[in-house]
Each structure stands twice: as structure tokens, then as C-alpha cells.
């Protein structure tokens, strides 16, 4: 893979293909001042407007499926106490985070990690803080089995559950035709994936990249400078304004953690403290912050990670400048499109709730 090498604060960091535009010019930013459409051409370079859809070639996205993930995704008889459902972590009314430090699991018990948002996570290079799953498909059969989160015991018993409520049927025949047994473990994940695919949230700083000048304020438009004079795409680039890569927390000033992060999945010394970076899509929506959920206000987050990152201490109306930017990524989820289901009956054999852990 391609990489290059560049200078943020006291720290030479190696890139990989995708970060080194973003990089190599959040390195040498020009100085503040610039007209609003010498902000938007730079501004092209590392971000971009966010497309409709993610498409996948592996999965590819039909009414069907969608309908189907839909439903998947507000089932609760998916978890072993059949009240959680991947909206209960993932509200979608609430830009699909819950606002918790880290969430609440079928027993009461409460998870190690903050639940990322699932807006617009299915353009990012790789699913969950530590990266472990490669895509939303393969994100969405973790929680199901894990037994802090929704604690079914098998995916054989998944599939046990939907083939017990006779509504599932028809719709994964319709999702997936031609297939014998189309109700799998497998076919379940590319359902919630599909469905997935299309939570985007423009927002009006993709009409200002997209060539209106005016869909943004001046303030948030100055904002968007000291955004990206601060070095900020640096790790948060392309149009998802982060997600595309692992980074050190920590990178240039220490960061107390106990979480050593990717290391945790790789075992290598060398991703100690490394985890993904997070879209800074809806983020004003979105906290509580970082990987623990430890930083409740978006003005501290930012004043955290300039220090930590990129051994910068900002002023409080630079924090203010970037903060207002920021809110100006907020979009709108599309109401019909994440429209809560009714629930499909269920079966004479489908399994009752079972009691929470003792």
C-alpha cells in the first residue's frame, strides 16, 4: 500500500493511501483568512459530499432487503430477554446513538465501549472502534451473540427464533430469491446491512462543497477554516469526516486509557491505544465522546483532541470556531425511511423471553 510520512506537532506519522492527501495538506494549511470559495475548494480536497447510498458488491441493495433489515433492526425477540433490539442501542430517532457513556445489555450489565452512531457507518473503512468487523454486514452479527449485549446463545439459534414467527418467511424468500432456505445467519446480517446502507445524513455543509456558498453561515464557514488550519482532516477526511482509519490516541501528548484498543484484536504491541477514528458526521448529536464515553460536551472533545493529537492548545473561540462547524455537519434522517415496524406475530413455537443472568 501506498504511504507517505508527515510532520503533525512533535510526531512523524506514516499514512496510508487514503490519508495521505488530507494529510500532506493538513500539514500545510495556509494561514486563516481565505474567501468562502477558497474554503470550499480546500475543503473539497479532504472531504466531499456525502453520497445517497454505501453499495456493496457483496450485497447488493433492494427494496426487499431493505424492507426486510428494517424489521431486523427493530426486532427485539433478537436479544434472549426479547426487550433489545439494534435500536435500542442505535436509535435512530436520536441520530442512532442512545446518549449513554456505553450501553445497557440484556442483564442490566453495561458494555465496555460507547455505542458509535450507525448514520452514514457504512462508508467507513471498517465497523467498531477496534475495527474487528469489515463492513455494517458483518458488524450487525456481533451484539446478537454477544452475551453483555443482546446474548443469544448461537446463530443456529437465531435462525431458530425467525423460522418460529411465520411472517419472517415470505420476506427473506422475497430478500433473497432462488435461494432453498433463504432464513440464515448470513442473510440476516445482509438485511440489516442493506438497510443500513441508505441511513445517510446530508447536511448543509455538503450543499456549501456542493457549490452553494450560501448554505452556510459566515461563522460556520470560518469555522470550517480553523477547522482544517488546526490540522483536524489530518484524521477526520473524505466525506465522512473520519472513519477511515486507525489513529493513536494519544499521538502527541499522552491520553490516559485503560482500553488498549485494535490490540486487543491483533495482539501486536505496535496498535497499543490505536482505535478508529470517528465520523464527526451528526456529532453534535452524538455524545457522550471517545471511545468510553468519558467526555460529555463537544467544546471539551475538541479541546482534547487538538492537545492529545496534535500537541495543540486552542483558544476557547477557536474551540468555539470549530464547534460551530461542526454543528453545521448535523443532517436529517428521513422519517419514512427508519419508520418503527409492527412487530409480526409470532409463533406457536417461537421461544418466550428467558431471565436475566443472576
Known amino acids: ?8 506537532g512533535v510526531a512523524v506519522v506514516r499514512f496510508g493511501a487514503v490519508a495521505c492527501l488530507a494529510a500532506a495538506w493538513a500539514a500545510s494549511a495556509p494561514a486563516h483568512g481565505e474567501t468562502p470559495e477558497q474554503v470550499q475548494q480546500r475543503a473539497k480536497l479532504v472531504l466531499g ?33 426479547q426487550k433489545l433490539s439494534c435500536n435500542s442501542c442505535h436509535e435512530l ?9 456505553t450501553s445497557i445489555g440484556h442483564g442490566g450489565q453495561r458494555g465496555a465501549r460507547n455505542s458509535p452512531t450507525v448514520y452514514n457507518a457504512a462508508f ?23 452475551p453483555a449485549e443482546m446474548g443469544m446463545p448461537s446463530a443456529d439459534y437465531v435462525v431458530r427464533v425467525l423460522k418460529t414467527i411465520p411472517g419472517y418467511a415470505p420476506l427473506f424468500a422475497v430478500a433473497f430469491p432462488g435461494e432453498s432456505d433463504p432464513i440464515t445467519y448470513e442473510n440476516f446480517a445482509k438485511a440489516i446491512g442493506a438497510f443500513e446502507r441508505r441511513l445517510t445524513t446530508p447536511s448543509r455543509v455538503d450543499e456549501f462543497l456542493g457549490g452553494r456558498l450560501d448554505a452556510l453561515t459566515p461563522a460556520e464557514v470560518a469555522g470550517l477554516e480553523k477547522f482544517m488550519e ?24 499522552p491520553y490516559e486509557t485503560k482500553d488498549l484498543g485494535r490490540y486487543e ?16 458526521r451528526n456529532v453534535d448529536k452524538t455524545g457522550p465522546y471517545f471511545h468510553d464515553g468519558s467526555v460529555k460536551s463537544l467544546d ?29 455537519l448535523t443532517g436529517t434522517p428521513d422519517a419514512s425511511y427508519i419508520a418503527k415496524p409492527e412487530l409480526l406475530p409470532a409463533g ?3 421461544p418466550k423471553a428467558a431471565a436475566p443472568p443472576s
Open 230 to 253: 488546526v490540522g483536524c482532516p489530518t484524521c477526520h477526511m473524505t466525506a465522512t469526516v473520519g472513519g477511515q482509519m486507525f489513529q493513536k490516541l494519544g499521538l502527541v501528548n
Open 300 to 328: 471539551e472533545a475538541i479541546r482534547l483532541m487538538a492537545w492529545h493529537q496534535l500537541g495543540k492548545k486552542l483558544e476557547p473561540a477557536d474551540v468555539q470556531s470549530i464547534a460551530t462547524f461542526l454543528r453545521a
Open 265 to 280: 484484536v491483533t495482539k501486536k504491541d505496535t496498535d497499543k491505544y490505536f482505535f478508529k477514528v470517528p465520523s464527526l
Open 93 to 101: 430517532t436520536t441520530y442512532g446513538v442512545d446518549n449513554e457513556v
Open 124 to 146: 467507513e473503512f471498517a465497523e467498531f472502534w477496534d475495527g474487528r468487523a469489515a463492513d455494517v454486514e458483518a458488524q450487525a452479527k456481533g451484539p446478537v451473540l454477544n
Open 348 to 350: 406457536p413455537d417461537t
Open 49 to 81: 459530499v456525502l453520497p445517497a447510498e454505501a453499495p456493496s458488491p457483496s450485497n447488493p441493495i433492494t427494496p426487499a432487503k431493505i424492507d426486510l433489515g428494517r424489521r431486523l433492526f427493530y426486532e427485539t425477540r433478537l436479544s434472549i430477554n
Open 1 to 8: 500500500m501506498a504511504e507517505c510520512r508527515v510532520k503533525i
